[in-house]
């Protein structure tokens, strides 16, 4: 039995005897800091909460181990770093994956992957975070949904390689321990007045980290918001559940939850949401979606999270193992017999507002956001501010720097879904299909302006300074146009061309990785169309 109020691992005598068995994962550069001191998520993205960061990786095939140790290590290298204020590095760190799995005695760990989170990704972001000064025994990871496939998939033993704990915590609220749950309030909860969470998850002083996965799902593509459904304790954790079901929350539940969800159901219908008008009243309906919509938007209303990650290393189409990929090599968009089926997009997308990141999401899994229900609910409470995903600044982050990119430089890796078929009042849609319909975002924008559309040319000092081994440098151009940025030293020799090319206007940032470079003072020159700014800057090491 686990003791829920200390730095509790699985078994570090296994992890000690796996770790030398496993593949050195390599990374960009090593950072250590005092465990007294604090990290933070990278002071660009915390500057920029409403942006959405794409890093590409590189990795041929799924099953490429290594390669996504390394994914994971170097995004844990460049987002999350040593700071002088944040998190304390004695906080926990929950982490939710995605992993939910419908797989059964028959299917092979290979087609059960694309349906779960990857453990070698977020085994490298775990390894990247301890070099800060966390302890593996601060990291938890939790999801209501544990069942064999956790163990099959290797993340009991990835998490005894890190020294992280990870354990069932599935009986049912009643049964599951109270020491084991954290209770929030939901004051305006459209159904539930409480929900209890997995423990540390929503409690004091921690650090969560929503890692969901890149897959299709009868929601559309189920991302960041629909993933911290399986953060919740069972049975509360149903949102899925028909209309009229209970899920056990009665003590807990909005006393005028059928009569609120009815009423928002027929003013979005009167608005004119899309596929909101599929009759019926279970979850694949549009009343049933509203009841989903409305559970899962409690929830993220009253979960606090430092980061929201979706690993798109490959993504899955189809319905957990189903889809429409027969044994045969065939396609049938009809057939409820088939496959589901994964594709290399080597994306991993990530921000600090998990409905900004579901909208990128979604388009590049080839559908359009202002079709579905959930984000228009979204704007509706206030937890939201976009639907056209061309609305949303998008950043390429390579190496630890952010280029402002245009939404179209990504590929996009088309994900079949069943969410809400049109096979009604005459219409023939394929049970596996494309929410892709053109949809006219004028009527519904809301007020975009954010603070990385600037007016003027900016340079801003280098964070941190003094650093050691690296700084991070964020300008601001008002217009497109071709950006120099060099650095030199006190002689006035120049040391290194950080960005030379074109940029679009926004705010960027690039960083210097030092290398090679004596400790003293070093002065940084942005040029952009006839103007030009110097700051100066001090390597400590």
């Given at each position: 039995?686990?003791?829920r109020r200390?730095?509790?691992?699985?078994?570090?005598a296994?992890?000690?005897?796996?770790?030398?068995?496993?593949?050195?994962i390599n990374?960009l550069h090593?950072?250590t800091?005092?465990?007294?001191?604090y990290?933070?998520?990278h002071?660009?993205?915390?500057?920029?909460?409403?942006?959405?960061?794409?890093?590409?990786t590189n990795?041929d095939?799924k099953?490429?181990?290594?390669?996504?140790k390394n994914?994971?290590?170097?995004f844990?290298r460049?987002?999350?770093?040593?700071?002088?204020?944040?998190?304390?590095?004695?906080?926990?760190?929950?982490?939710?994956?995605?992993l939910?799995?419908?797989?059964?005695?028959?299917?092979?760990?290979?087609?059960?992957?694309?349906?779960?989170?990857?453990?070698?990704?977020?085994?490298?972001?775990i390894e990247?975070?301890?070099e800060?000064?966390?302890?593996?025994?601060?990291?938890?990871?939790?999801?209501?949904?544990y069942?064999s496939h956790?163990?099959?998939?290797?993340?009991?033993?990835?998490?005894a390689?890190?020294?992280?704990?990870?354990?069932?915590?599935?009986?049912k609220?009643g049964?599951?321990?109270e020491?084991?749950?954290?209770?929030?309030?939901v004051?305006d909860?459209?159904?539930y007045r409480?929900?209890?969470?997995?423990?540390?998850i929503n409690?004091?002083?921690?650090?969560?980290?929503?890692?969901a996965?890149?897959?299709?799902?009868g929601?559309?593509?189920?991302l960041?918001?629909?993933?911290?459904?399986?953060?919740i304790?069972?049975?509360?954790?149903?949102?899925c559940?028909?209309?009229?079901?209970?899920m056990?929350?009665?003590?807990?539940?909005?006393?005028?939850?059928?009569?609120d969800i009815?009423?928002?159901?027929a003013l979005?219908?009167?608005?004119?949401v899309?596929?909101?008008?599929?009759p019926?009243?279970?979850?694949?309906?549009?009343?049933g979606m509203?009841?989903?919509a409305?559970r899962?938007?409690d929830?993220?209303?009253?979960?606090?999270?430092?980061?929201?990650?979706?690993?798109?290393?490959?993504?899955?189409?189809?319905n957990?193992?189903?889809?429409?990929?027969?044994?045969?090599?065939?396609?049938?968009?009809n057939?409820?017999?088939?496959?589901?089926?994964d594709?290399?997009?080597?994306i991993i997308?990530f921000?600090?507002?998990?409905?900004?990141?579901?909208?990128?999401?979604?388009?590049?899994?080839?559908?359009?956001?202002?079709n579905?229900g959930?984000?228009?609910?979204?704007?509706?409470?206030?937890?939201?501010?976009?639907l056209?995903?061309?609305?949303?600044?998008?950043?390429e982050?390579?190496?630890g720097?952010?280029?402002l990119?245009?939404?179209?430089?990504?590929?996009?890796?088309?994900?079949?879904?069943y969410y809400?078929q049109r096979?009604?009042?005459?219409?023939t849609e394929?049970?596996?299909?494309?929410?892709?319909?053109?949809?006219d975002y004028?009527?519904v924008?809301?007020d975009?302006?954010?603070?990385?559309?600037?007016?003027?040319?900016v340079?801003?000092?280098?964070?941190p300074?003094?650093?050691?081994p690296?700084?991070?440098i964020q300008?601001?151009?008002?217009s497109?146009?071709?950006?120099?940025?060099?650095?030199?030293n006190?002689?006035?020799?120049?040391v290194?061309?950080?960005?030379?090319?074109?940029?679009?206007?926004?705010?960027h940032?690039?960083v210097?990785?030092?290398?090679?470079?004596s400790?003293?003072?070093?002065?940084?020159?942005l040029?952009?169309?006839g103007h030009?700014e110097?700051?100066?800057?001090?390597?400590?090491?």
């Amino acid at each position: 039995m686990f003791n829920r109020r200390g730095f509790l691992k699985t078994s570090a005598a296994a992890g000690a005897a796996t770790a030398a068995a496993t593949t050195k994962i390599n990374g960009l550069h090593a950072r250590t800091q005092d465990t007294t001191g604090y990290f933070s998520v990278h002071p660009f993205i915390e500057n920029n909460p409403d942006a959405v960061f794409i890093m590409r990786t590189n990795i041929d095939v799924k099953t490429n181990s290594d390669a996504k140790k390394n994914a994971g290590l170097s995004f844990g290298r460049s987002v999350f770093v040593p700071s002088e204020t944040g998190v304390p590095l004695t906080h926990l760190i929950p982490i939710k994956p995605n992993l939910t799995s419908f797989g059964s005695s028959t299917s092979t760990l290979e087609q059960e992957m694309g349906i779960l989170t990857d453990v070698f990704f977020v085994e490298g972001v775990i390894e990247g975070m301890k070099e800060l000064g966390i302890s593996g025994e601060q990291f938890f990871l939790r999801e209501v949904n544990y069942g064999s496939h956790v163990k099959n998939h290797g993340w009991e033993d990835m998490a005894a390689r890190v020294g992280a704990e990870i354990r069932s915590m599935t009986a049912k609220v009643g049964v599951i321990s109270e020491n084991d749950l954290v209770w929030r309030d939901v004051l305006d909860g459209k159904w539930y007045r409480k929900i209890p969470y997995l423990w540390p998850i929503n409690a004091p002083d921690t650090f969560l980290l929503n890692i969901a996965k890149f897959k299709a799902h009868g929601m559309g593509i189920t991302l960041s918001a629909k993933n911290l459904q399986g953060s919740i304790a069972h049975n509360y954790q149903a949102h899925c559940s028909g209309f009229n079901m209970d899920m056990d929350t009665a003590n807990h539940r909005n006393p005028a939850a059928i009569e609120d969800i009815t009423a928002n159901h027929a003013l979005h219908l009167e608005a004119g949401v899309p596929r909101w008008d599929r009759p019926g009243s279970n979850w694949n309906t549009g009343l049933g979606m509203e009841t989903w919509a409305s559970r899962c938007l409690d929830n993220n209303s009253v979960t606090e999270c430092g980061l929201h990650i979706i690993e798109g290393i490959y993504g899955r189409d189809g319905n957990f193992k189903n889809g429409p990929h027969m044994s045969d090599g065939t396609v049938d968009l009809n057939s409820t017999k088939g496959l589901a089926e994964d594709y290399m997009a080597n994306i991993i997308i990530f921000g600090k507002n998990q409905f900004n990141n579901d909208i990128i999401g979604h388009w590049l899994a080839g559908h359009e956001p202002g079709n579905f229900g959930l984000f228009h609910m979204a704007i509706d409470r206030g937890m939201s501010s976009y639907l056209n995903p061309f609305d949303i600044p998008v950043y390429e982050w390579k190496d630890g720097e952010a280029v402002l990119t245009p939404l179209t430089d990504f590929e996009k890796t088309p994900l079949l879904t069943y969410y809400l078929q049109r096979n009604y009042d005459g219409q023939t849609e394929d049970y596996w299909h494309f929410v892709d319909e053109p949809y006219d975002y004028g009527p519904v924008s809301v007020d975009n302006s954010y603070n990385g559309r600037p007016e003027a040319f900016v340079l801003h000092q280098n964070r941190p300074n003094p650093f050691n081994p690296n700084t991070s440098i964020q300008f601001d151009i008002p217009s497109n146009g071709h950006i120099r940025l060099e650095v030199y030293n006190t002689s006035g020799q120049l040391v290194n061309v950080l960005v030379d090319g074109y940029r679009t206007r926004g705010s960027h940032m690039a960083v210097w990785n030092t290398n090679g470079h004596s400790s003293g003072v070093y002065f940084y020159r942005l040029r952009f169309n006839g103007h030009s700014e110097t700051k100066k800057m001090i390597l400590m090491k």
